[in-house]
């Protein structure tokens, strides 16, 4: 009853900035109605990195970190494709793949991904663990109004949501940066040691509001 009226506040209008440590989403069903909407005053971003820890049994396409703009609704999205060992990136609604990863059903996974407007590399890093840099674009960056979303991928500017897209599972440590951060930090975020925390994004003072049936719970996983 308690997390349902936890809910239900959350639902209703966004909060001030939360510590959600030792807790997590839970994206317990299929939808197109039901994600988390992230809060940030950027406008304007060179460069990203952004990193989250999710789990999930799901065997098809699902979106795990979708920001878009009004000029692009893939301006920077990690998208893990049916294909066991395949993830999409996209920047700039411009999209590569990288293969060859180590990814596993229900069990917790760091996942970050990085893109420079300069250079257009996009780099996808999984329990710490780099895939090939690869060009995506370059020469503009992300300029908003920013819309960011977990739980669903937005094809169109803060809509287009499809339920064959959503993200069934749970999801915690969501952190943005506006820089590609260093590999060793990125690593030190893998392996659960310290690290700075994200500057655009950052889980111990995050400004969100739920949409739908997504829960806050405490994150076992961080059990000793």
Excluded at 9 to 20: E, G, I, K, R
Excluded at 78 to 87: I, L, P, W
Excluded at 164 to 177: A, E, L, R
Excluded at 198 to 219: C, H, P, S, T, Y
Aim: net charge negative.
């Amino acid at each position: 009853m308690e997390l349902l009226l936890l809910l239900a506040m959350v639902t209703a209008c966004a909060a001030a900035p939360q510590d959600l440590t030792d807790k997590m989403f839970t994206f317990p069903q299929e939808s197109n109605t039901d994600y988390v909407r992230l809060t940030t005053s950027r406008q304007n971003l060179g460069a990203v990195t952004a990193c989250l820890r999710s789990f999930t049994d799901l065997r098809r396409d699902h979106s795990l970190f979708s920001l878009a703009t009004p000029s692009a609704a893939n301006d920077f999205l990690f998208f893990k494709m049916a294909a066991a060992d395949e993830f999409h990136l996209w920047a700039r609604d411009k999209q590569t793949s990288v293969v060859g990863q180590d990814y596993r059903l229900n069990t917790w996974h760091s996942i970050c991904s990085t893109w420079d407007a300069t250079t257009g590399l996009m780099q996808l890093w999984l329990d710490g663990k780099p895939s090939s840099r690869k060009f995506v674009s370059s020469g503009s960056n992300i300029n908003g109004p920013i819309i960011i979303v977990l739980g669903q991928d937005q094809d169109s500017y803060g809509g287009g949501l499809d339920t064959k897209q959503s993200f069934v599972g749970m999801m915690s440590d969501v952190h943005m940066w506006d820089y590609a951060l260093p590999p060793c930090e990125i690593k030190s975020y893998a392996n659960h040691l310290t690290f700075t925390p994200g500057n655009v994004l950052n889980w111990k003072a995050l400004e969100f509001q739920i949409i739908g049936r997504v829960l806050i719970e405490d994150n076992v996983s961080t059990c000793q």
